[in-house]
């Protein structure tokens, strides 16, 4: 009897991921460059919006296609599970099981450049929003966000302005 843990140690990259809830219904508007999204998108607030208000609207957090990634995984793994308990032929279960994963594949890849897209223009909101309340120079918004900054998102909010004028009254001349 296969699990789909065992399926997951199998396919999914990191070998395991948590439990998926049941799979959506189908989402009333179609949209043929955007089938592979079972969920709505987040709308983020405009570019100069507040930045508390931003951060309250969920703009600077970890983007969902990370998790909906691990539930087209898991929701694969019941697909393939069911085929492989059902008894048929080996034939039937491997060509089943490919065509399974071929489905799935186009899903994963296009959830994964989605989720890349996402983080890269949630991190440049992050730091456009940083830069643009609280001043400071692009390079400074890096550095600080890259290597100085540690904890959450609120945190290092609340951080950068304080960093920011450090860094200001270093460098002011005598």
């Known amino acids: ?87 048929k032929s080996s034939g039937y279960i491997k060509d089943a099981e490919t065509e399974i994963y071929r489905d799935y594949k186009r899903r994963f890849d296009n959830l994964r450049k989605d989720f890349e897209r996402d983080e890269a223009d949630r991190m440049e909101s992050l730091l456009y929003s940083l830069q643009f309340y609280f001043g400071g120079r692009k390079e400074q918004v890096y550095k600080f966000v890259y290597e100085v900054a540690e904890g959450t998102i609120e945190e290092i909010i609340k951080q950068y302005p304080k960093w920011i004028q450090h860094q200001n009254n270093l460098e002011e001349p005598f």
């Open 1 to 87: 009897m296969v699990t789909i843990k065992d399926v997951l140690r199998e396919y999914h990259p990191l070998g395991t991921c948590s439990p998926a809830p049941p799979k959506p219904p189908k989402m009333a508007k179609f949209n043929v460059y955007y089938w592979h999204r079972r969920y709505p998108t987040h709308k983020p607030l405009k570019a100069n919006a507040r930045i508390d208000e931003k951060l309250k609207n969920g703009d600077f957090d970890y983007s969902p296609y990370g998790k909906y990634l691990d539930y087209e995984y898991w929701w694969m793994a019941e697909d393939i599970v069911k085929v492989r308990n059902s008894g």
